[in-house]
T-cell receptor, first 117, second 114 residues
Framework: DTGVSQDPRHKITKRGQNVTFRCDPISEHNRLYWYRQTLGQGPEFLTYFQNEAQLEKSRLLSDRFSAERPKGSFSTLEIQRTEQGDSAMYLC???????????????FGEGSRLTVL | AQSVAQPEDQVNVAEGNPLTVKCTYSVSGNPYLFWYVQYPNRGLQFLLKYITGDNLVKGSYGFEAEFNKSQTSFHLKKPSALVSDSALYFCAVRRLSGNTPLVFGKGTRLSVIA
């Protein structure tokens, strides 16, 4: 499978626990994005990387959230001290930077659904 | 700032009839527009995009979209709906220049009735 993969697909945790999600992008893609989607809403941008550099973070990304892409390949999104409001689908997407060989459309993974009890 | 409006939460259409899912956008400069589809408990799948050129863009599964600059719209259309088209559809926009991320609308649920 050469698409974007996310792990785990589902995570149930208790309030106050830490969780980490992993995303493996399409191998030749240099950009990697994290979005959050809650019920009845469209995906909301959280952050993105170009190679290993984190270029932009949304104000939605509180101090409890941290994302890394240490070698410019896979990425992790960690949520510390989870709250019930963190319950959502966390979507990862990758792309080639627009203007280069790519035309910038995002390719999404299946998502990681987080439920905080 | 960029924004997308999808004015209809739900669109119902009979199988075989044409369908339209509406989208209007706001962006400074030239837009880069997308439609994505989402099936239950799945990620988003790319349908089509508009960058420049012909205002009518053809995409996957027989879908097309018409870019209208004066009305800042990018409506999704299909001449003959299938039951299997029932899903959640998202319109998205970004500025053509620069590195801004895609901004999505709230989505429109399409229900095709046999």
């Amino acid at each position: 499978d050469t698409g974007v993969s996310q792990d785990p697909r589902h995570k149930i945790t208790k309030r106050g626990q830490n969780v980490t999600f992993r995303c493996d992008p399409i191998s030749e893609h240099n950009r990697l994005y994290w979005y959050r989607q809650t019920l009845g809403q469209g995906p909301e941008f959280l952050t993105y990387f170009q190679n290993e550099a984190q270029l932009e973070k949304s104000r939605l990304l509180s101090d409890r959230f941290s994302a890394e892409r240490p070698k410019g390949s896979f990425s992790t999104l960690e949520i510390q001290r989870t709250e019930q409001g963190d319950s959502a689908m966390y979507l990862c997407a990758s792309s080639l930077a627009a203007g280069g060989r790519g035309t910038g459309e995002l390719f999404f993974g299946e998502g990681s659904r987080l439920t905080v009890l | 700032a960029q924004s997308v409006a999808q004015p209809e939460d739900q669109v119902n259409v009979a199988e075989g009839n044409p369908l339209t899912v509406k989208c209007t956008y706001s962006v400074s400069g030239n837009p880069y527009l997308f439609w994505y589809v989402q099936y239950p408990n799945r990620g988003l799948q790319f349908l089509l995009k508009y960058i420049t050129g012909d205002n009518l863009v053809k995409g996957s599964y027989g879908f097309e979209a018409e870019f209208n600059k004066s009305q800042t719209s990018f409506h999704l259309k299909k001449p003959s709906a299938l039951v299997s088209d029932s899903a959640l559809y998202f319109c998205a926009v970004r500025r053509l220049s620069g590195n801004t991320p895609l901004v999505f609308g709230k989505g429109t649920r399409l229900s095709v009735i046999a």
